[in-house]
């Protein structure tokens, strides 16, 4: 009886436990965030808080996938606080804007990627827009996985969509957020090349058509845009061949990043043979308007010729000579308006037949 009592009096009188204090900052930023385990969403359809699923990360194979769209610092510097992020990586996903590359810091990998979208427009103009651009950051930590996306596009809530109903690579933990991210970016990309084709389709038909436009500004146009794109997918061949050699990706993933690459040399390759035809159209273009220009000075001096043979029989009856022939004959006059039609119709049809006209 008497432990008993002592027990009660010492649970009333026990100090209690401080409650974990869940770091503040801008809720708009997390767009989802939920813990895994054996390939499948544990935490059920609901978004949890970071904090919460940071403590339940790491149990029986789990991790946490974090995803947050254009962050504060105060928010960045609480998800870095729960999961142990260095400080550069704060101020790299803040700023955002980063060239596509990986790196390895402590036992967090950082990878960057680019996101790309083709923007809709019925007519390509000297200021349309093509090509929309962002980028994703991907931390990949022992127990999570925190993507910061950076612009509007290149949204991730389908990514996470497709890897839930994908259990047997969910089952490969954070890595396999990596890996669903960067083979949805490289599908962006053949996508944005697709559309970017059926428009150099049109501008080479309008180049080469029988009747067409002085303008061409909408071709430098164009080539700005892709200029935007070949840097969101060229540089990434490199950091995807790094990634396929670090010792944390999952042996069992790695047929999959292959396949990712893979489909980004396509890619590659596309953007370069798009670059390639540019230039030749744009030459091809620069040479019509000198053609142009040139038939156009020949027209000139076509006609100026024409002009000169009345200018020379005016010229010369009007001559102040009180001698001159045809000046006292009646048919003066017509016969140097005859010779005027005459000579400037022989000089007209020589100058048609040579292709001045």
Known sequence: MRGALGRLLENIVRTPKPAVQVPHGDPDAVVDCAVYAGGARRSGPRQIPYAEAARLAGRRGSFVWLGLHEPSRSTMTAVAEVFGLHELHVEQAVSGGHRPGVEVLGDVTRLVLRTARYVEHDELTATSEVVETGDVTILVGPAFAITVRQGPVGPLALVRRELESRPEVLRQGPWSVAYAVGSRMVDSYLDVAEHVEHDLDRIEEETFATVRSSEFAHIYQLKREMVEFKRAVLPLGE???????????????????????????????????????????????????????????????????????????????????????????????????????????????????????
Not at 316 to 329: A, K, R, T, Y
Not at 337 to 352: D, F, P, T, Y
Request: proline residues 5%; glycine residues 10%; hydrophobic residues 50%.
């Open 239 to 357: 950091p995807m061949t790094r990634l396929l050699e670090l010792r944390d990706v999952p042996a069992a993933l790695r047929p999959y990043l292959v396949d990712v690459r893979g489909r980004l040399a396509r890619a590659a390759d596309r953007v370069g043979g798009f670059d390639e035809l540019l230039n030749s159209i744009l030459q091809a273009r620069l040479a019509q308007v000198s053609v142009d220009q040139n038939h156009d000075m020949r027209k000139i001096a076509a006609w100026a010729a024409i002009a000169a043979v009345p200018t020379v029989i005016a010229g010369i009856f009007g001559m102040n000579f009180e001698v001159m022939p045809g000046l006292d004959s009646p048919y003066g006059f017509w016969g140097a308006m005859l010779a005027m039609v005459l000579i400037g119709g022989g000089v007209h049809r020589s100058l048609k037949k040579y292709g001045w006209l």
